[in-house]
Each structure stands twice: as structure tokens, then as C-alpha cells.
């Protein structure tokens, strides 16, 4: 009878201690000044740039969406490495930088890094955190964002005019609809749309 109580009640508690991890760190979520968004709307767009020269470039363009009653977040993350073109590693964020081979790049003209917080201003990344990427069996990816550091430039490309507003961490794990885009073929894709959707934002 004892030993029924105790397995009951520790039951219990193991139930209990689950939940409030659960709800205190959701998965496939990010976190931005105090606020939980679980990723509900997702994209990852591989963008080729120079295919077949021997400056040929791939960034990793990942949206992650969080729609929630007519309201929409987006985390938008540009990952790129110019002597790797696949995905893998840590990746610093540095902010606007041309002496780190790979890094989470702000902004360009066809890929970005930051948050929108329903349709207001761009905050872009900056000198600060990093993104770890890698892509698991059967198609499956994980992504993790470590103290991601996000906020506004009074000149785009200017690090010195660079602002911290907050930081976004968060995770990522299973699957994403990949797109492929050469950018000599043009953006016509649902995911290039939406990018280009959100890169208006910043222009």
C-alpha cells in the first residue's frame, strides 16, 4: 500500500516537473524579451549564388514563422560560409563583416538575420551570439539559436551605428521544407516570395 502511495506520488511529481519544463521551454520555439513563439510556419531556402564558378556561394536562408491569431513573427536567419557550400557547425554572429568566412549575415539584398514582430521594423542581427545547424538523417534538421543578439543600425552595414535591442534564443528540430534557388533563375518560389516579403520590411 505504501509502496503504491510512493509510486503514485512520485508519479505524480515526475508528471508535474515534465509539464513545467515543458511549458517553460517549449521545443521548436524561440524566445525574444521574455516572450515564448512556437514555430508554427517554416521555410529554408538554400540561395546559390556564382553556380559553378569558383566563387560559388550557398546561403541557408531559415524563416521561422509564428502565427498566432492573425498576428505573425518571424525569426529569419541567413546562414553562409565562403569555403563550405553545405550546411553544418557553429555559426558566430558578427554582425556586418567581410573578414569571417562564415557567419549569420544581417542583411543583403536576397537574404536577412533578425526579427519582425507583427509587420513592425526589422531587427536586424548583430555582434553577438551564434546559430548551430546540422542536418540529421532522413531529411531532418536541428537548429539552435544561442543568445542571438538583435537590434537596429542607423547605418545599414555600419557596425559602429549598431544598437542592441535584445537577444533571441531557441531551438529547432525535425522537418523543413527546403527550397533550392540558382539567383540567375529568378524568385518565383513560395519561400522566395516570402522572403521577399520580409525583406521589403528592412528597404
Do not use: W
Amino acid at each position: 500500500m505504501k509502496r503504491n502511495a510512493l509510486f503514485l506520488a512520485g508519479l505524480l511529481a515526475l508528471v508535474t516537473l515534465f509539464s513545467c519544463s515543458k511549458d517553460e521551454d517549449p521545443v521548436n520555439s524561440f524566445k525574444f524579451n521574455g516572450e515564448n513563439y512556437l514555430i508554427n510556419d517554416l521555410y529554408l531556402l538554400e540561395e546559390i549564388f556564382d553556380k559553378g564558378a569558383a566563387s560559388e556561394m550557398h546561403v541557408f536562408q531559415f524563416m521561422f514563422g509564428n502565427i498566432s491569431n492573425g498576428d505573425t513573427t518571424v525569426l529569419a536567419v541567413a546562414l553562409l560560409d565562403d569555403d563550405v557550400n553545405t550546411l553544418g557547425g557553429n555559426y558566430p554572429s558578427l554582425g556586418f563583416t567581410e573578414e569571417a568566412q562564415r557567419n549569420v549575415y544581417p542583411f543583403g539584398l536576397f537574404f536577412i538575420s533578425g526579427i519582425n514582430l507583427t509587420g513592425d521594423t526589422y531587427y536586424l542581427t548583430g555582434d553577438g551570439g551564434s546559430v548551430d545547424a546540422k542536418v540529421l538523417s532522413n531529411g531532418l534538421y536541428s537548429v539552435k539559436i544561442n543568445n542571438l543578439s538583435v537590434g537596429t543600425y542607423t547605418s545599414i552595414g555600419d557596425n559602429t551605428s549598431y544598437e542592441e535591442t535584445g537577444t533571441v534564443s531557441g531551438s529547432y528540430e525535425g522537418a523543413i521544407h527546403k527550397e533550392v534557388e540558382v539567383l540567375s533563375s529568378g524568385k518565383s518560389s513560395v519561400a522566395s516570395a516570402r522572403l521577399n516579403s520580409e525583406l521589403q520590411k528592412v528597404r
